[in-house]
């Protein structure tokens, strides 16, 4: 398998177990995460991925925090980092090195309710206060801002009249699982292209 992924996670780890158990043209060869007791950690280990914890508090500055995590991703020849539930932001520098190499997945069709704060249930919680018809998930391109870097792929899913914050998200939780993997798919087989804030996916002759 020729692309090398890093997943970095913070909580129980299901879109990196789906992005584990649905590579074909690429490969987690390790996992990152910023808390000793996220539950992705165990996941991990019953797949017999490399994980680590590192937390940026648990460094004397950020300088030697983002020399850690370089030495790990140069050590594991990680080509594509993706954020998969990861809820601390990714420093300046690292972006810098892996420019235009880092994929992160939203539970909403951004720009529309994304922005530091909104994660998870408070994501869920904004879309059907706003009685939205629709919601998702996106996979984008990370820059130095919340969910404001380049869009790759989305997918809608209709809200219901009687949605609450956790069946929406369990539908979109769903759809995060074959989205992330598909996105990863288009980068490994050369199909991405990105100028500035446009993205570009080259069809194959099997595409509609």
């Known amino acids: 398998m020729g692309l090398r992924v890093a997943v970095f996670a913070s909580g129980g780890g299901s879109n990196f177990q789906a992005l584990a158990e649905r590579a074909r043209e690429y490969r987690v060869a390790l996992l990152i995460s910023n808390r000793a007791q996220a539950g992705v950690l165990k996941r991990a280990e019953q797949l017999e991925i490399p994980a680590h914890v590192l937390s940026p508090g648990s460094f004397e500055n950020e300088e030697l925090y983002i020399e850690k995590l370089r030495a790990l991703l140069h050590k594991e020849k990680i080509d594509l980092i993706a954020l998969a539930g990861y809820l601390s932001k990714i420093p300046p520098k690292l972006i ?13 069709l951004l720009p529309r309710f994304g922005g530091k704060g909104l994660y998870g249930r408070y994501v869920h919680e904004a879309v059907i206060k706003a009685k939205e018809t629709f ?70 002759i099997h595409d509609d």
């Open 96 to 108: 810098e090195l892996f420019q235009g190499r880092i994929l992160n997945i939203h539970p909403s």
């Open 135 to 204: 919601s998702g998930a996106t996979v984008h391109f990370v820059d130095e801002e919340y969910d404001t870097g380049p869009i790759l792929i989305q997918e809608r899913v209709p809200v219901l009249t009687d949605d609450t914050p956790d069946s929406l998200a369990s539908r979109i939780l769903d759809i995060e699982h074959q989205l992330f993997p598909k996105a990863i798919h288009l980068i490994a087989q050369g199909r991405v292209q990105v100028e500035g804030r446009h993205v570009s996916i080259t069809p194959t």
